[in-house]
């Protein structure tokens, strides 16, 4: 499965993470906690980009979604082995060698052990929100109705349509993509696709895609904010996602 040079590319945000490192069953979790009342019952499943929840970044993400009321729990389906962030912006990494060893065989065990113990703790309410690689699994979980709502940002491993008809048909989450004007993995044709699948009603649950211009993949968790127009496709993708889980989950 390849990946595009933007899946590796990205700024690193600056900020002290708030949120804590957990072992959940055997597999390391950033857990960000709103300081707030908030619904025991519910949890964001915060599925990260190649890097994995060592990187600020996320970190960052995740505390800004505790802020706003939701309990998240970041997944380290990497197994300790997320790309470094010195790769970032490397031609030199050799990326399929990585990815060959981050198949579903070993991402989705992880992932599936969390939702588990969680589910044993009262959890009864789940919402993802995928970037990247992320977004494929956010799919996954939501053909199997694991889980109640569904955020993604430039997905990417998506077989278009495919994948949009099979989430049509079988899930029964409402699903809002943050899309953008730049991106090999989920392009405007695919963009399209989506609205013509999913849009003017056509999908019960609920469906929304936001369109960041000026942004290209990785806007979401990985762009420089120094531009305004990325800036703005960040800020706009966060806001979107709050106000859709508020609304949805």
């Not at 399929?96 to 309410?125: C, M, Q, S, Y």
């Not at 053909?143 to 940002?153: G, P």
């Not at 989430?167 to 004007?181: D, G, H, M, R, V």
Request: one cysteine or more; proline letters at 5%; a negative charge.
């Amino acid at each position: 499965m390849s990946f595009c040079k933007d899946c590796f590319q990205g700024v690193r945000h600056e900020g002290e993470p708030q949120g804590t490192l957990e072992t959940i069953d055997g597999v390391a979790c950033y857990v960000a906690t709103p300081t707030v009342d908030y619904s025991k019952d519910k949890v964001i499943l915060f599925l990260p980009d190649v890097f994995g929840i060592e990187i600020n970044n996320t970190k960052l993400l995740a505390d800004d979604f505790a802020i706003n009321g939701f309990k998240v729990v970041a997944v380290d389906y990497f197994n300790g082995d997320g790309l470094p962030v010195d790769v970032m912006n490397s031609a030199s990494f050799d990326v399929n060698a990585w990815f060959a060893k981050h198949g579903t065989e070993h991402t989705r065990p992880p992932l599936d052990k969390v939702i588990a113990v969680l589910k044993e703790r009262g959890v009864t309410k789940f919402g993802a929100t995928g970037y990247c690689f992320g977004g494929r699994y956010t799919f996954d979980l939501a053909f199997e109705n694991v889980i109640q709502c569904s955020v993604v940002s430039h997905p990417s491993m998506l077989k278009v349509p495919d994948d949009l008809e099979a989430y049509f048909t079988k899930s029964k989450a409402p699903l809002l993509i943050n899309s953008c004007e730049v991106d090999q993995k989920f392009p405007v044709e695919a963009q399209a696709k989506a609205d013509e699948i999913f849009g003017d009603g056509k999908f019960a649950p609920g469906y929304k895609r936001e369109y960041f211009p000026g942004c290209t993949h990785g806007f979401a968790i990985r762009g420089d904010i120094k531009d305004p127009l990325i800036k703005a496709g960040k800020e706009g993708s966060f806001k979107a996602a709050v106000e859709f889980f508020r609304e949805h989950l």
